[in-house]
Structures are given as C-alpha cells and as structure tokens.
C-alpha cells in the first residue's frame, strides 16, 4: 500500500477534511519527518520563549535580555533536550532559568541572591551555563 508524502489539498473545504487529510498522508519510512516533527524542529530554531511571568521577573530586577544571553540560554536549552530534559534549571554567574525543554519556555527566574535562599524542585536536570 503506497502512501503519497503530500496529501492533494486543492478540495479541502474546511479544518477537519485538512486535520483528516494530514492524518491520513503517513510518511513513507525513507527517513522522512513527520508534520508534528518538522513544527518542533521550526519551533526549536525560534529561540526560547520567556512566559508572562518570567518577562515580569526579569523586568523587575532590572536583568536586560541581551543577544549574549539568549544564545547561552537557547545553547543551555538544546544541551538539556539533548539529553532528554523536560524540566530543568540553567544556572548562569547571576542567575537561574526554570525552562520547560518541550515547550521551550522560561517558566521563571531568580537572581544569584535569590538561588541561594530557594529549593529547585520538580526538575530533572540541572545545566550550567
């Protein structure tokens, strides 16, 4: 049974025949990614994402979001998911990042003063950065 890679989409009237049409086009098994694959790889090479709160956190302690810190935080990341992380601390000279890996979100951070008074819990790996 041969399965196309790409599904004709010329008469696709709404959002269900699409959801559908894409769950029915399976690649073939030459090596060729999936749809979900290929949305978290572009996904992946967008960055980190700092959530609502973090970006308050930052703001608040007056941390300036550099391009030199970004690329540590998006490599710091990376090392995590390479390894399979789905929730870890990155801990720098002056501060910490609580990352969910899958989502590649900042979920909160704290400065260097304010590590030494907290616990880290519900993480399952730890990157310095």
């Given at each position: 049974m041969g399965?196309?890679k790409?599904a004709?989409?010329?008469?696709?009237?709404?959002?269900?025949?699409?959801?559908?049409s894409?769950?029915?086009t399976?690649?073939?098994k030459?090596?060729?990614?999936?749809f979900?694959?290929?949305?978290?790889?572009e996904?992946?090479?967008?960055?980190?994402?700092?959530s609502k709160h973090a970006?308050?956190r930052?703001?608040s302690?007056g941390?300036?979001?550099?391009?030199?810190l970004?690329?540590?935080?998006?490599q710091?990341?990376?090392?995590?998911?390479?390894k399979?992380?789905?929730?870890?601390?990155l801990?720098?000279?002056?501060?910490?990042?609580i990352?969910n890996?899958?989502?590649?979100?900042?979920?909160?951070?704290m400065?260097?003063?304010?590590?030494?008074?907290?616990?880290?819990t519900?993480?399952?790996?730890?990157?310095?950065f």
């Open positions: 399965v196309s790409l004709d989409v010329s008469n696709i009237s709404n959002i269900s025949e699409l959801k559908l894409h769950q029915l399976v690649p073939d030459t090596g060729s990614a999936s979900a694959d290929s949305l978290k790889n996904y992946r090479k967008n960055g980190v994402q700092f970006a308050q930052m703001q302690r941390m300036e979001v550099t391009s030199g970004l690329s540590d935080l998006n710091a990341v990376q090392r995590a998911r390479d399979g992380s789905k929730d870890a601390v801990i720098g000279d002056k501060s910490a990042f990352v890996i899958p989502n590649n979100t900042i979920i909160t951070m400065t260097e003063r304010e590590m030494k008074e907290n616990i880290f519900n993480i399952d790996s730890a990157v310095l």
